[in-house]
Structures are given as C-alpha cells and as structure tokens.
C-alpha cells in the first residue's frame, strides 16, 4: 500500500518516519507547501517528494493529514473529493462547526480517522481492564513552554484534550458535570460522573513535563506514566503502625507487565489495518467532535 504524508512539521515528520518503517506500505509520498522541507523529510527517510497535493493523491491509498490545526478543513475537503482514506492529526478541526460541516462530507466508501495518539498507548487498555467503579481519577498533562506552538490554540485544545478522549471515550460513558478554570497556558477542569470525581491538568508552563494518570478505588490505587509506560497497583493489607509517633500504613505494590509500544506505529498500523479490512478506525470523527465540543465548553468556562 502506497502512502501519503501532508505536512512536514514535527508530527508529519514522524509519520513518514514511521511509514517508511512498516512493511506493509510500499511507498511514500510527501507534500508541503514549503518544497524544501518535503525534500529533505523525503530524503532522509526515502520517501518522494510530490510536486502538488494533486500528483500525492494520483499516487497514494491513504494518506496522513499533519498540517497545521486551522488548514485541517482544506486540506481534508480536497482528499474527500477524490475518496482518499484520510487519518487527520487531532484535533479534527479548529472548531466544532467546521467538525460538523467535514463530517456531513464523509463518503461511506472511505476510512476517515483522527489522530488521537494516546488512545493507542499500551497503558490506556491495561488501566481500563483495572478500572472498577472509581472514586478519583485524575490526570496530568504539563509540558515546559514550546517553541513549536501556534498561538492559535489554549492548553485545552493543545494538550488537555488528549486527556478529553481518554476520559469520554475509553474511561466513561455519559455526559459529566463540568466546572473549569484556567488561562492559555494552564486550566485545570473537575467533572462529575455519578460517584466517581474526575480532575483534569494541563500546562505549557511547567518546569518538569509529566504525563501521568492516578486513580483511587476501594481495593486499590492506580497509576499510570504514559512517557514510560508504566503502571503500578497499590492495595492496603490493612496493617497499621506506630514509627516515630506517626501512624504508617504497609501496602503492597505491584508492577504491571506492559508490552511498551511506541503509540504512533500502533496508531498507523491501526490505520492501514481498518483499510485493507474497510473496518473502521478506533477514533471515529464523531468522536473526535465530541472531544472539540467538550473542549469549547471548558474554554467558554474559564473565560467567564
């Protein structure tokens, strides 16, 4: 299978880089607007250079969407005119109203899939296997300031909503109660599903980059790296002693065997699989609306 990458930024750069690993693609083809950068992605990793999106579509089967958030639509219009199978970097679109206008577009004849790169973090699975009614689930998502940013997306949309995919379409189902606060760069959201409390953090401000996931049950304790994919169980054996006039509590920990695999190759093999198979792609463009819909309701929070 003959591929396709538009975009060359760092994102787009790692999907050739991928591409160009995996036995089942054949060959690569690379468009950018910016000609030199297409040629020296192409070059280093042995992909082909296109001369305009028209020659990449002629040439490939599917293609991988990587550029920047707010030329998501475009790009995606001209594929869907020639029935291209697309897998669009999250988000999907800039705004929710975009979402909606791409989706009633989508050809039942293709496979359209967004790029929500966590959902295919081996952790996420083993976490979800564990998860039994949970009193307290929390995540962090702080990254130090980055050069590469837009400005054209708040943490929300840039990091937290990683999060935001986890939490509606793997961890929960149903609509949460939600109350948020923040500025650009941090926000910080609670959400209520039934019994269990839900704290979400995102950052582009911190000193130390954490990705992590903590979760409290009656039997047990969660958590999770998603940067080292580990994932560690705490369980209380119920003894209690006295060191130093300080209650201690003894438990035992266990550590979860996690087949580590770097999430990006999952996600394309993912991909290429739903193709060849026409099944489709674990995150479906509705999802990925519902993620931008729910980010637009914690952005309109924090502004009030």
Request: with cysteine; aromatic share 6%.
């Amino acid at each position: 299978m003959d591929v396709g990458v538009i975009g060359t930024g760092q994102m787009g750069k790692n999907h050739v880089r991928v591409y160009s690993e995996l036995k089942e693609v054949g060959d690569v083809y690379v468009y950018d607007l910016q000609s030199d950068a297409a040629k020296q992605v192409s070059k280093e990793f042995g992909a082909f250079a296109a001369s305009d999106i028209r020659e990449l579509i002629r040439k490939v089967d599917a293609v991988s969407v990587c550029v920047p958030t707010p030329y998501h639509f475009s790009t995606v219009w001209e594929l869907l005119k020639k029935e291209t199978h697309i897998l669009i970097e999250k988000p999907i679109c800039q705004r929710s109203e975009e979402a909606k206008k791409l989706i009633d577009l989508i050809s039942r004849d293709i496979i359209i899939g967004v790029g929500h790169i966590e959902r295919f973090n081996p952790i996420v699975a083993e976490i979800r296997n564990m998860m039994k009614d949970p009193l307290f689930v929390e995540l962090k998502r702080h990254n130090p300031t980055s050069t590469r940013l837009s400005g054209t997306s708040n943490v929300v949309e840039d990091l937290m909503i990683h999060d935001i995919d986890i939490i509606l379409h793997t961890l929960f189902s149903g609509t949460p109660s939600i109350h948020a606060m923040g500025t650009d760069d941090v926000a910080s959201v609670q959400m209520r599903y039934d019994e269990s409390v839900v704290q979400l953090s995102a950052s582009r401000k911190s000193s130390k980059k954490i990705r992590m996931i903590h979760i409290e049950q009656e039997d047990m304790t969660i958590e999770g790296d998603f940067m080292t994919q580990e994932v560690y169980v705490y369980r209380k054996p119920g003894k209690y002693k006295v060191e130093n006039e300080r209650y201690v509590q003894e438990n035992i920990v266990e550590k979860v065997q996690v087949a580590k695999k770097e999430p990006l190759r999952t996600e394309l093999q993912t991909f290429l699989s739903c193709v060849k198979t026409n099944t489709p792609f674990p995150v479906t463009p509705t999802q990925a609306l519902e993620n931008i819909e729910l980010c637009e309701i914690i952005t309109n929070q924090m502004q009030l």
